[in-house]
């Protein structure tokens, strides 16, 4: 999680040299040559459900990843971080609507609470969000669906969860390279500067950081995951001071912090107060 909070200021940077799909492009690959390397054993043995889930989750990484690059060009870096952090509240709604897995009755209000977080830290002076928050959006929707197939996906024993780590970076590389090739002009980072940032990126915020997740989803939920995930936007907020001396307005850190309410309100334990109340 502090990781991905500091991918959005290491993002900003890259985007100075390299254009969107291909600076993905970059992060993904680099970050699939190095685990690959080191756990080629397991990548070769891995199953074919192995394969078949990094394909679904490679392809999520696309989205989430698209939504992430776009978005930080058109608003700012702490926006970016905290409009991510709604997975916690998109991966239990998704639940429902997929598994039919009835979350707690707190869900609404924490829902209430968050947009008009969102609300107070995105729209301007005309009640409209910057076009970069409505691209981030992309982050949260399919952040929670990653969440949810990897967890489906590590319940398997004939899927092995680091195998899943690394490959999932390739599918995802693989996609953005396709795209850029498309899209856009490839080039590599101009500067050492962005080579820094650009290789950071790809080997420790998205090849170790999925593999650590991946890992990790044997012993946890999605829901919870997501709660984790609550901490990104305040990594993000304090690495956009430190390094592009980056603030919000007023308005902005009310919104921000009700979002974090929100967050804490969907999973925090509660029933105590109701045992108060019948006593």
């Known amino acids: 999680t502090g990781f991905w909070g500091i991918s959005n200021c290491l993002i900003a940077i890259c985007l100075r040299d390299m254009q969107p799909v291909t ?3 970059f992060r993904f690959l680099s970050a699939f040559v190095v685990l690959g390397a080191v756990f080629h054993k397991r ?3 891995a199953s074919r459900e192995t394969w078949r889930y990094s394909v679904l989750v490679g392809l999520s990484l696309v989205a989430i990843y698209l939504g992430a690059t776009y978005g930080v060009l058109y608003t700012s ?5 905290f409009i991510g952090a709604m997975t916690v509240l998109f991966t239990p709604f998704f639940e429902f609507v997929v598994y039919r897995k009835r979350p ?3 869900l609404g209000f924490a829902l209430a609470v968050c947009m008009a977080g969102m609300a107070l830290l995105t729209l301007n002076e005309a009640l409209r969000p910057a076009p970069g928050d409505i691209i981030c959006l992309l982050v949260p929707t399919f952040y929670a669906v990653d969440l949810m197939v990897t967890e489906k996906a590590v319940a398997k024993p004939e899927v092995d969860p680091i195998a899943l780590g690394v490959l999932q970076t390739a599918v995802a590389g693989v996609v953005m390279l396709g795209l850029s090739l498309l899209l856009e002009t490839p080039s590599l980072p101009g500067s050492p500067r ?5 290789l950071f990126l790809g080997v420790v915020c998205s090849g170790i950081a999925f593999v650590i997740q991946s ?6 939920t999605a829901s919870h ?42 999973e925090g334990d509660w029933s105590f107060l109701r045992r108060k109340k019948h006593t």
């Open 77 to 81: 870096v702490s926006n970016a971080g």
């Open 215 to 220: 890992v990790q989803q044997q012993y946890t």
């Open 104 to 106: 707690d009755r707190k």
């Open 23 to 25: 600076l993905n492009a």
């Open 194 to 198: 962005v080579w820094a940032a650009a």
């Open 225 to 266: 995951v997501g709660l984790i995930f609550t901490l990104e936007p305040v990594f993000a907020s304090m690495v956009a001071f430190v390094m592009t001396g980056e603030v919000l307005s007023l308005r902005g850190y009310i919104g921000a912090a009700l979002m974090l309410l929100s967050l804490f309100i969907m």
């Open 43 to 45: 990548v070769l043995r």
